[in-house]
């Protein structure tokens, strides 16, 4: 499975940006889609994930109400709306796909994007 996160960039606070993260190869052996972010100095943390068996979507607290996870059949993507974004959010976002494991930790994830840079400023 390969993953191709974009849609970073730079973006003033309360403004919103959409990541989106195309995949290619074998996805049907995989159970769903997460993505976690990487701040400076700071360890990799779970940000959202989409579980292909009923459509389950869960967030990470910082950001429940703020940023969306979703899928696109047709484009076989997954995207991530992100609206009122604060400064905290500025992180490199990556897109990645599990099998089994706790979803909420990155080592459950086998195959994981490029990342994408995303800033905000205030």
């Known amino acids: 499975v390969q993953l191709q996160a974009s849609g970073g960039g730079l973006v003033q606070a309360g403004g919103s940006l959409r990541l989106s993260c195309a995949a290619s190869?074998?996805?049907?052996?995989?159970?769903?889609r997460g993505w976690f972010r990487q701040a400076p100095g700071k360890e990799r943390e779970f940000v959202a994930v989409?579980?292909?068996?009923?459509?389950?979507?869960n967030y990470a607290e910082s950001v429940k109400g703020r940023f969306t996870i979703a899928r696109d059949n047709a484009r076989n993507t997954v995207s991530l709306q992100m609206n009122s974004l604060k400064p905290e959010d500025t992180a490199v976002y990556y897109c990645?796909?599990?099998?089994?494991?706790?979803?909420?930790?990155?080592?459950?994830?086998?195959?994981w994007g490029q990342g994408t840079q995303v800033t905000v400023s205030s």
């Open positions: 989409l579980i292909w068996n009923g459509g389950t979507t």
């Open positions: 990645a796909a599990f099998r089994a494991g706790n979803i909420y930790h990155s080592m459950a994830y086998e195959y």
């Open positions: 190869g074998r996805t049907f052996s995989t159970n769903g």
